[in-house]
């Protein structure tokens, strides 16, 4: 069983940036595959990018990066040039590593209880 606890969101302005952290329960490259998510109210949940910077939304690409410090078993979300419609909650979520790559929440196995972001105009 793998826990994953997201931190790092709150209120910010149009324009500015956040960075959003993932704590696993075990170091990420032991066999893990992350990636963020995130669902705004009244909407299905979506894919906001995995690891190892393989797979960005549309939407984030180009503001939006990825990193992993492996040996503390934490994932980062760094989010630059927010927009009103990046309001959603966040989450962290996990899968078994294989050389595939999942986009659809179906694919994740293990999450996080999330973090709300709000971007205000």
Known sequence: QVQL?????GLVQAGGSLRLSCEASIRTD?????A??????EK???????????YFANFAEGRFT???DNAKGTTYLQMNSLKPEDTAVYY???R??????????????????????TVSS
């Open 5 to 9: 606890v997201e931190s790092g969101g």
């Open 30 to 34: 032991r066999g893990l595959s992350m």
């Open 36 to 41: 963020w998510f995130r669902q705004a109210p």
């Open 44 to 54: 299905d949940r979506e894919i906001v990018a995995t690891g190892s910077q393989a």
């Open 66 to 68: 990825v990193s992993e």
């Open 92 to 94: 962290c979520a996990a």
């Open 96 to 117: 078994p590593r294989t050389s595939s790559l999942f986009t659809l929440p179906s694919s994740y196995i293990y999450w996080g209880r999330g973090t709300q972001v």
